[in-house]
């Protein structure tokens, strides 16, 4: 069964860490680039970070780059994203999503197949 699966949200202090997990099952994951988005109310998707399949070319949106880092092990098929100096414009819904390219494509929601059911990341003090 075709699976991406999040965890590791929650409630975190202005300033703080957390680090969320994508554990995929059922496809190639070897074969994808995997991206994660955030949505809030109201919103799009919006692309925060991607990572390709050998993980060495990650790439981040503007608003976490510095504080935000995106890793993959291919031998456990999850990838991470450590998330520190977090602030409150951070809360949101977070998915990762696999898309069948050797290298990022970018954060266009379409071009990629498989998704995740999303983790609550909540910034506040």
């Known amino acids: 069964q075709l699976q991406l699966v999040e965890s590791g949200g929650g409630l975190a202090q202005p300033g703080g860490s957390l680090r969320l997990s994508c554990a995929a099952s059922g496809f190639a994951f070897e074969h994808h680039s995997i991206a994660w988005f955030r949505q809030t109310p109201g919103k799009e998707r919006e692309g925060v970070s991607c990572?390709?399949?050998?993980?060495?070319?990650?790439i981040y949106a503007d608003s976490v780059k510095g504080r935000f880092t995106v890793s993959r092990d291919n031998a456990e098929n999850t990838v991470y994203l450590q998330m520190n100096s977090l602030k409150p414009e951070d809360t949101a819904v977070y998915y990762c999503?696999?898309?069948?390219?050797?290298?990022?494509?970018?954060?266009?929601?379409?071009?990629?197949?498989?998704w995740g059911q999303g983790t609550q990341v909540t910034v506040a003090s």
């Open positions: 990572i390709n399949v050998k993980g060495d070319s990650p």
């Open positions: 999503a696999a898309d069948l390219h050797y290298f990022c494509q970018g954060y266009v929601p379409d071009e990629y197949a498989y």
